[in-house]
């Protein structure tokens, strides 16, 4: 029996190039998400580039959507359909990637800050070795004086 099936039409091809645009970056965002989940900072990541040029694509075709040049309202309700649930599933990783990289900046911030603590500590100078008389401590007071961590 031939196939009497209408060849798709451009809003479907449309609609089916955008669903595949769609899936590679839930793919690329949840494999960022479990890297972050495992501690590994999200910047230094190979999964950002990619992330980075899908998110370049995407925005051209939102302007091609907008301007009209691309036309999904004559799609297959199925595709649309798909559409609207894989934009929802983008959605919730996009979400998700946002609080991974709120925490890993989080994460960095305070590991700069604990390095950035031991240098001072490091460069400070000395307690004073003045006893509580103003002179210079002797043997004993300077004993009781312990040298480590000051502030």
Known sequence: ???T???PTPPDAAARALLTLLDEMIAVIA???E????????????????????AEIFSRWIATLRSGEIVLAGADRALC?????????????????VGSLR??????????DAIMRAIREQAAPPPSRYGAN???AG?????????????
């Open 5 to 7: 099936a209408m060849p």
């Open 134 to 136: 103003g002179r210079t």
């Open 31 to 33: 494999q960022e998400n």
């Open 35 to 54: 890297l972050m989940a495992t501690g590994i900072p999200g910047s230094t990541s190979h999964v950002v580039a990619r992330k980075r040029e899908l």
């Open 103 to 112: 925490a890993s900046m989080a994460a960095t911030r305070r590991r700069i």
């Open 81 to 97: 359909a798909r559409l609207v649930e894989k934009n929802e599933v983008l959605r919730r990783q996009m979400d998700a990637n």
């Open 1 to 3: 029996m031939p196939d």
């Open 139 to 151: 043997p004993q007071e300077a004993r009781a004086i312990r040298p480590g961590r000051y502030l």
